[in-house]
């Protein structure tokens, strides 16, 4: 099975991240270690937590964008008419003539609508999927990301909301993390490419 071009993006992105992480924690147990990351411990692994979910809802908002854009390609092969499309979402409407587009249907959502709803809350995620016909609970998998997942983002949100230390994460924990949510994104990808046909 081939994969999605925002799944391989971020799947290395966050592989570049772990790499750091790893680096990092490297130095600061070294014999001699590099005080600067010692007495910024707090700190990075906040960062990184931060960064990882960024990642994560980057890949999101990308899968979507995909979706709507392979959408918009077997539309266009198609040409469905777009008032055609208007009339069968509310039959009952009477249209003015302002109202008539004569060309094909094309979808219309913007960056800023995906950003809307895009979150890495993992109901919020299901709820955004299902707007595009993908239900993500199809896949036998996805409900056993829920717990593990809403913590990760819980973490994230009181890091950011309420400074929130993260002196209960190693960064070995969160690099274990970020393979548990590239594990996450495949079930994801998985549906969507199902979706797609790609």
Same mark, same amino acid.
């Given at each position: 099975m081939t994969n999605s071009k925002p799944f391989l993006n971020s799947v290395n992105l966050l592989d570049d991240l772990a790499k750091l992480i790893s680096v990092t924690h490297q130095k600061a147990i070294a014999t001699?270690?590099?005080?600067?990351?010692?007495?910024?411990?707090? +700190?990075?692994? #906040?960062? +990184?937590?931060?960064?990882?979910?960024?990642y994560l /809802?980057?890949?999101?908002?990308? !899968?979507?964008?995909?979706?709507?854009?392979?959408?918009? #390609? #077997?539309?266009? #092969?198609?040409?469905?008419?777009?008032?055609?499309?208007?009339?069968?979402?509310?039959p009952k409407k009477e249209f003015s003539d302002k109202d008539y587009l004569f060309k094909p249907f094309e979808i219309k959502i913007d960056a800023k609508s995906i950003d809307d709803n895009i979150s890495g809350n993992f109901w919020r995620t299901k709820a955004t999927f299902s707007k595009i016909g993908i239900k993500l609970d199809n896949n036998p998998?996805?409900?056993?990301?829920?717990?593990?997942?809403?913590?990760?983002? !819980?973490k994230r949100n009181n890091i950011v909301h309420y400074n929130d230390d993260a002196s209960d994460m190693s960064f070995n924990?969160?690099?274990?993390? =970020?393979? +548990?949510?590239? /594990?996450?994104?495949?079930?994801?990808?998985?549906? =969507?490419i199902k979706h797609i046909g790609i």
């Open positions: 001699d270690p590099d005080m600067y990351i010692v007495d910024n411990i707090n +700190f990075l692994s #906040k960062s +990184f937590v931060v960064i990882m979910c960024i /809802e980057t890949y999101l908002k990308d !899968a979507i964008s995909l979706v709507i854009e392979e959408t918009n #390609k #077997k539309l266009k #092969k198609v040409s469905i008419p777009h008032n055609l499309v208007r009339w069968g979402l509310d998998n996805y409900l056993n990301y829920e717990n593990r997942v809403s913590t990760i983002i !819980a924990d969160i690099v274990t993390q =970020i393979k +548990f949510i590239q /594990e996450y994104m495949l079930t994801i990808d998985t549906e =969507i």
